[in-house]
Each structure stands twice: as structure tokens, then as C-alpha cells.
């Protein structure tokens, strides 16, 4: 008897519905759930805050999460030293001026097509291809280098800079338009022979609710989105270590790089309840917990997958084991969900123990189950209604017992086994309706 006691999970854009008919359960490899890149200097972990160019550089492609060599690495620093030469050759007193100049510098030697995905580095050299994030954190790293003080600006859906003046000014820097520095701002693009100039104002956009992130968040930025990208691919052997490496390494903003890491794992957790895949969902969330530390969206999934993989055996009346299950996974429960667990269990054995009785035509013995179910569940609607369907099919068995009676006019017969009936059922109706019958033709 399937009593559906599954919740539905609509976590981070993945939507479940855990249709048993529609779900088809395939085999899920729990992904590692901690770090797969251990940033080291000789050895021992980067403890710096402000980042050089080349540290920025190299964390950058680190946080690309692919496998380069060092040949790779050298082939990127001898080009973004070839880039740094040229600003430092043409760099003036003037932060304004010097900010220009490294876009025009980009712009002249490495970008060439904006790619609204395009968040690598290595690849940003390989192709000219580029994003927010790849052009700022280039910006970034040329300005460091060239001593300007630029920082990257964070919003939901964009990536900019800030240089701070040495008189205690700022400006932005819109790093995807090559005429971005200090937008808002009317600026000539170009003057020809006959003098005639032409301007062009940048416009300020997706600049509100920013958030200043430091060097350390910005070089992760390109994790972030590829995280984001293999969790869209289900791609979660790659994306949650990637991610764990995220929130390893970044030290001021921890709380909001750990709620990126636990989205990460609840959305594997929601594809692996997806395709009932329960036991390798709450050993992740579960590893994560033991490893990072409890937080609430973990514990909430946590708590629904468990309570699903025992419904799964309620549903399929396997008892012992939804018994076992509750027992094994108790240790992220609440006591909310482990009592609601319990009490789906007392349920879906009560209710299948009933429907057996009924099966039998043990109608007063089913009813009298589900009193004392209710004893114990006294809302219950389900027990409610087991309870009348038994006392009804109980009235309707011994109607259809004194009907031959009736026709034979043994109304003393039939007349007394509706009143020992009606002992046990007093408030049946068709058991009282055929008394009065019986009475009215005696």
C-alpha cells in the first residue's frame, strides 16, 4: 500500500518531485567533499592578504580548476610580464592617466571579444576572449603591479574595479568597455584631421548593491562561476572540491563563500534525492558537516533526504528496515524530524496492519486498530477514515447477512443479529435503518 510520505525539495533552481513512477535510480559517486587545491608557498599555506600581479595572476589559473603544467604557468607570466613592460613604460604620476593606459594596453594586446561565460584567465590568453571577471582581475593585477590601489567591486551579476587616489578620491574602472575608466563620465574616443572630436559616456551599470571583495575572494572568482556552471551539468566530482578550495582559501569573507560551498552540496544532495540515491546524499551532507561545520541549509536537507529514504521503505511496507534507517541517520536530525519519522513509521505500519484486517473483512477489528491508533494520533485524518470505511463495510456485511432473512420474513433471526451488531457498531446507519425495518413488519 503506497501512502506517499515523500516531501519535495525545490532547492537552488533544482526542482524534485519525488514521483516514485517517474524517478528512475541510477548509481551517484559521492563527490570528495573537501578541498582539491591546497594553495602552498614552499610548502606551507599563502597566509597574505594583499596579493602582488603575479600572485593574482597565478591564483587566477589556479582557480580555473584545471590540471597546467608548469610550463603552462610560464607561458602565462612571460606574457603578462610582456603586458606589465609596456604599462611600465608608459605610466605617468597620474593614477587617472594610468589607469587608461593599462586598458589600452588590455585592449591593444589582449582583448578582443567580450564572452558573457568566459571567466578564465588562461583562456583569456589563449583566444582574447573575456568576461567581467577575467578582464578585471587582469586590471587588477597590471594596476598592483604598477602601484595603483585597485579593488575589485562585487555584485550579483557583475565584476568592476575601484582605484583609490593617493589624495583620497576613487573612480571605477568598467574593465568589459575599453573606454570604462571612470564611467559616467563624457570623455573623447577619437579627433580627425579636421578636428572634429567624438564622445562617447560609459554608462554605470549593475554598479548598485557592490560589495568590496578582497584579493584573496577576487582571485576565486573564477571558481565561483565554474562552480556554478558544473553544478548546471551536474558535474559534482569536480564542483564541490573546487568549491571547498574556494572556501579554504578565502579568509574575510567566509560566510559568504561557505554559503556558495553548502549551495554547491545541496544541490548535488537534491540530484541525488532525484534519483533516490538517498544513502549517497546524506553521506555527503553528512561529511561536509563533520568536516566544515553544521549550517542551516545542510541540516535542512539533510533532514528531508533522511526523512524520503525512510518514507521510500514505509512506502514499500519494509518496516524493519525504515526502522534501521532512522536509527542510522540520527545524527544530523532534529527532534522535529525525527519524531514526524517516527510517526510516519507508526503510521504506514497501522494503516497497512488495518487494510490487511479489511482485506480479511475483520471489520470491527480494523476499526478497533484504528482506535487505538488514534489513541496515539488523535488527528490523524488518515486513521479517521480507516476507522469509518471499517464500521461502514462492517454494517454493509451484516445488511447483506440478514437480506435473505428479511425475504424470508425470519424477522426474530434477522433481528437479532442486527441488535448484537449494532452492540459493536451503535452508529451505523444502515444497521439502525434496518432494525426500524425489521420492527415496523413484526
Known amino acids: 500500500m503506497g501512502f506517499n510520505f515523500f516531501k519535495r525539495l525545490n532547492l537552488f533552481a533544482i526542482i524534485i ?8 535510480a541510477k548509481d551517484i559517486k559521492v563527490p570528495q567533499e573537501t578541498a582539491s587545491l591546497r594553495i602552498t608557498y614552499d610548502g606551507k599555506p599563502f597566509e597574505g592578504e594583499n596579493l602582488s600581479g603575479s600572485d593574482i595572476l597565478l591564483f587566477s589559473i589556479l582557480f580555473e580548476g584545471e590540471d597546467l603544467s608548469a610550463e603552462d604557468f610560464e607561458v602565462f607570466q612571460e606574457y603578462y610580464n610582456d603586458l606589465l613592460g609596456k604599462v611600465r613604460k608608459g605610466r605617468t604620476e597620474n593614477e587617472l592617466e594610468n589607469a587608461e593606459l593599462i586598458m589600452k594596453v588590455m585592449y591593444d594586446n589582449v582583448l578582443s571579444n567580450y564572452s558573457r561565460r568566459q571567466t578564465k584567465l588562461s583562456v583569456m590568453f589563449k583566444t582574447g576572449n573575456y568576461n567581467c571577471v577575467s578582464s578585471s582581475l587582469l586590471f587588477l593585477a597590471l594596476a598592483k603591479d604598477c602601484g595603483l590601489d585597485a579593488r575589485i567591486q562585487e555584485t550579483s551579476v557583475h565584476a568592476f574595479i575601484t582605484v583609490y587616489t593617493k ?15 571612470n564611467p559616467g563620465e563624457k570623455k573623447m574616443i577619437s579627433q580627425n584631421s579636421s578636428g572634429s572630436k567624438k564622445y562617447t559616456i560609459v554608462p554605470k551599470t549593475y554598479y548598485s548593491n557592490r560589495v ?42 567566509k560566510a ?7 549551495a554547491m552540496c545541496a544541490n548535488f544532495a537534491a540530484y541525488a534525492n532525484q534519483n533516490r540515491q538517498y544513502e549517497a546524499a546524506l553521506k555527503l551532507l553528512r561529511a561536509v558537516m563533520d568536516y566544515y561545520g553544521k549550517s542551516d541549509l545542510l541540516v535542512r536537507n539533510y ?26 541517520y540520527n545524527y544530523y536530525l532534529t527532534e522535529k524530524t525525527t519524531q514526524e519519522i517516527i510517526d510516519m513509521i507508526f503510521e504506514s505500519e497501522m494503516l497497512e ?8 473483512n475483520k471489520f470491527l477489528e480494523a476499526a478497533k486498530l484504528a482506535d487505538e491508533a488514534l489513541l496515539r494520533q488523535s488527528q490523524n485524518q488518515q ?44 452508529s451505523n446507519q444502515m444497521i439502525n435503518d434496518d432494525i426500524k425495518k425489521i420492527k415496523s413488519r413484526m
Do not use: W
Not at 551539468?233 to 564542483?239: A, L, P, S, T, V
Not at 454494517?395 to 448484537?420: R, S
Open 17 to 24: 518531485f519525488l514521483a516514485m513512477s517517474s524517478v528512475v
Open 167 to 181: 589624495d583620497g578620491q576613487k573612480f571605477d574602472v568598467e574593465t568589459t568597455n575599453p573606454a570604462g575608466v
Open 212 to 253: 568590496e571583495i578582497s584579493d584573496r575572494k577576487a582571485v576565486t572568482l573564477p571558481a565561483k562561476n565554474i562552480c556554478a556552471e558544473l553544478s548546471d551539468r551536474n558535474e559534482f566530482e569536480k564542483g564541490i572540491p573546487l568549491a571547498a578550495s574556494v572556501y579554504e582559501f578565502v579568509t574575510k569573507e
Open 256 to 262: 559568504a563563500v561557505r554559503k556558495d560551498y553548502d
Open 303 to 328: 533532514n528531508d533526504i533522511a526523512y524520503n529514504a525512510v518514507a521510500e521503505s514505509c512506502n514499500i511496507n519494509d518496516f524493519k528496515n525504515a526502522r534501521n534507517l532512522l536509527v542510522s
Open 353 to 360: 496492519e488495518i487494510q490487511d484486517l479489511m482485506h480479511q
Open 383 to 426: 486513521f479517521k477514515k480507516a476507522k469509518s470505511n471499517s464500521l461502514y463495510n462492517h454494517g454493509v456485511t451484516v445488511h447483506n447477512q440478514v437480506v435473505p432473512l428479511l425475504n424470508n420474513k425470519e424477522y426474530k433471526e434477522a433481528l437479532q443479529i442486527l441488535e448484537n451488531a449494532l452492540k459493536d457498531n451503535p
